[in-house]
Nanobody, 116 residues
């Protein structure tokens, strides 16, 4: 069983930065693809950034150049560095783990609020 625990959310002013962390239990982390999603009130959950087991990354157009996803396999942790935050980045941010066999696991989410 995989358990994901996000941390690092909070309230920040526009233009500020936050770093989210997602710690995973279990032994499959290094082989898993990881991703951050977000869901704003009244909107669908959307992909923010992803990183493969080999370290390749992809980003939503809305966050390119501002957010950076990274992983530390020794710590079973994936990070999302968020810079130049905007009010429209306000959402609950979720971590997702995809195993090589296609199973998906989600964290409980962490709230990010950006004030104008």
């Amino acid at each position: 069983q995989v358990r994901l625990v996000e941390s690092g959310g909070g309230l920040v002013q526009a233009g500020g930065s936050l770093r989210l962390s997602c710690a995973a239990s279990g032994s499959t982390f290094s082989l898993a693809a990881m991703a951050w999603y977000r869901q704003a009130p009244g909107k669908q959950r959307e992909l923010v950034a992803g990183i493969t087991s080999g370290g390749s990354t992809n980003y939503a157009d809305s966050v390119k150049g501002r957010f950076t996803i990274s992983r530390d396999n020794a710590k079973n942790t994936v990070y999302l560095q968020m810079n130049s935050l905007k009010p429209e980045d306000t959402a609950v941010y979720y971590c997702k783990l995809n195993t090589p066999r296609g199973y998906a696991y989600w964290g409980q989410g962490t709230q990010v609020t950006v004030s104008s």
